[in-house]
């Protein structure tokens, strides 16, 4: 349990690294960028908190794989890299030169790129294309099913010419052919085991060379890269590192970027203020993620919280104040209050106030406590229960789960078992809805629109994690993913949203936010332009072939 000494600090540390490390918007240091050539060459060298134990970035949700998986893969179409706005017309050619789009919506025409190899010298064609996405939409291949169930057919026209073709208009397909995860795979590897570095063969822009398990994997440059002129660095070695070794490891100058400026507890906190104190030179940014940290009830089990009154006592109970988790945003979104399903700055959200009265937040706790003993009673549980509760082994998930179990213990008389476990175990659970409640994050969205977050709880989908169905919630959803008038978008999320509310699946404790520090002389993205630098975001290396190093004949640290 968080003392109210530890609240206080914490609450107050974090709202330092806000104002000084959080909003950072990509430091001074980009505004003094000199326009220059890149230069070529160099050894970046990288972190990753654990071994991958699945290379298949279709597969599993997680940064972890796209740690490996961004050298060595390519989409369809990609983001801009000279804008951070994800949306459509920010889409630009990757893996496909061209593509059309039939008036009515329903027809998508992609014009491939000729002469483009996979590293084993296999040259990439339609086939590779229709194999990738068929698999994207089987749900015993892949995680992100839900975003192309409106495909109906995958067509090889030529070797260079792939026609999609819809059920129904879907406007934003582009947005979801574009994140990291949903690459093209060769079809000629299909049976290749994914657990095995044998299945890192793609089109990308670095290959995989070696590897030493539970040290370092090794990329080196693809010297057949279809984009030409890049990569401009020579190898990528990524090594096998816990949080506070990577952290040492980046003040001693040993790798490039770490990954684990997070502001949650203590040890994140800590890690902030040491890099800024041992490495003042290197730069610091945060950014709000698309993933929401919380609550997940269990509908494939019966049990208490099955009631939804049972549900709303356990949520009005807890003093948001106290869950420092969710403190990692920016401002609007690192508020221990919490968060929204959908982020609060998207025109179709629920705002604070609507979110706080859906889960019975807009009272002082004194009261909610009391209303929550109410609902207890009114249900038939006013002697307490007991509730088994899985999470992962992070601390920061122990924690959490270690407050909630004193909480609803000391107000409601709920006793919770806390059960915290090794990814390995603890992923299967979650995915089957084999546990009463867990604390978790959501899987993460594809794309900033209303739809990718409340996709996520639809009847079926691998990310809804509590194996909750609501009919008309489906429905609204469904309608949403091919509503194109905004006016009415706006109405169909509300109308989803106050559902989800109401039926509480998910108490949402906060958004994550993820950090990054980096060298300064570390660059990407050319032309040149204010701003752009190493962003991070979702992921902490985008645009990997387009990275480079301005002072890459001198170590960066004093």
């Not at 693809?222 to 070794?245: C, Q, V």
């Not at 701003?531 to 480079?548: A, E, F, Y």
């Amino acid at each position: 349990m968080c003392s109210k000494k530890k609240v206080i600090f914490l609450t107050f540390v974090i709202l330092f690294l806000v104002a000084s490390v959080g909003v950072l918007p990509m430091p001074g240091h980009a505004q003094t960028q000199k326009l220059q050539e890149p230069i070529r060459g160099g050894v970046l060298r990288t972190s990753s908190v654990l071994d991958v134990s699945v290379y298949d970035p279709q597969r599993v949700s997680s940064m972890r794989i796209y740690d490996h998986s961004a050298a060595v893969f390519n989409s369809l179409v990609r983001t801009d890299p000279m804008k951070e706005e994800v949306s459509v017309k920010n889409m630009v050619p990757d893996l496909a030169e061209s593509w059309q789009v039939s008036s009515d919506g329903k027809t998508y025409t992609f014009n491939l790129r000729r002469g483009v190899k996979f590293h084993d010298g296999r040259p990439f064609t339609s086939k590779d294309v229709k194999y990738s996405l068929d698999k994207l939409r089987d749900p015993k291949r892949s995680a992100y099913t839900a975003y192309f169930a409106a495909i109906d057919s995958v067509e090889i026209v030529d070797d260079y010419t792939v026609r999609v073709r819809l059920i129904h208009p879907y406007p934003e397909l582009l947005v979801y052919l574009a994140p990291p995860y949903v690459v093209m795979l060769p079809e000629h590897l299909k049976d290749v085991n994914t657990k095995s570095t044998d299945f890192m063969v793609g089109t990308g822009p670095f290959k995989f060379k070696e590897q030493i398990p539970g040290k370092v994997t090794i990329y080196e440059k693809n010297p057949d890269y279809f984009k030409k002129g890049l990569p401009y660095l020579d190898r990528w070695e990524i090594y096998s590192l816990k949080h506070s070794p990577m952290v040492d490891a980046f003040i001693g100058g040993n790798i490039d970027v770490c990954g684990n400026m997070r502001a949650y507890f203590d040890a994140d906190i800590a890690h902030v203020l040491k890099v800024r104190k041992y490495a003042p030179e290197a730069v610091i940014g945060q950014k709000p993620a698309l993933t929401l940290r919380g609550v997940f009830f269990s509908f494939a089990r019966k049990g208490p919280w099955s009631d939804v009154r049972v549900r709303r006592a356990m949520a009005k109970v807890i003093d948001y104040h106290e869950v420092v988790v969710p403190a990692a945003g920016g401002p609007e979104l690192g508020a221990v209050e919490g968060a929204g399903l959908i982020p609060f700055d998207i025109p179709e959200a629920f705002s604070k106030e609507e979110v706080a009265k859906g889960y019975g937040l807009d009272k002082p706790l004194e009261q909610r406590i009391a209303d929550a003993k109410r609902l207890m009673k009114e249900a038939g549980y006013a002697d307490g229960f007991d509730l088994d509760g899985i999470t992962r082994q992070e601390q920061f998930c122990q924690d959490t789960m270690s407050y909630l179990a004193d909480v609803w213990k000391r107000h409601l008389n709920i006793n919770l078992k806390v059960r915290p476990l090794p990814g390995a175990v603890h992923f299967p659970l979650r995915d089957k809805g084999d546990f009463d409640v867990t604390f978790e994050g959501s899987a993460h969205a594809l794309g900033i629109g209303a739809f990718n977050f409340l996709n996520l709880f639809v009847s079926g989908r691998r990310t809804n994690y509590s194996k909750w169905s609501n009919k008309e919630f489906d429905a609204l959803v469904g309608q949403l993913m091919q509503e194109m008038d905004e006016a009415r978008k706006v109405e169909l999320a509300r109308k989803a949203q106050s559902i989800f509310y109401a039926e509480m699946p998910f108490i949402i404790l906060g958004r994550t936010s993820y950090g990054t520090a980096w060298r300064p002389d570390l660059r990407t993205g050319w032309p040149p332009k204010e701003g752009i630098v190493l962003q991070p975001g979702l992921t902490n290396l985008p645009n990997v072939d387009r990275i480079w190093f301005e002072g890459t004949a001198k170590r960066w640290i004093k």
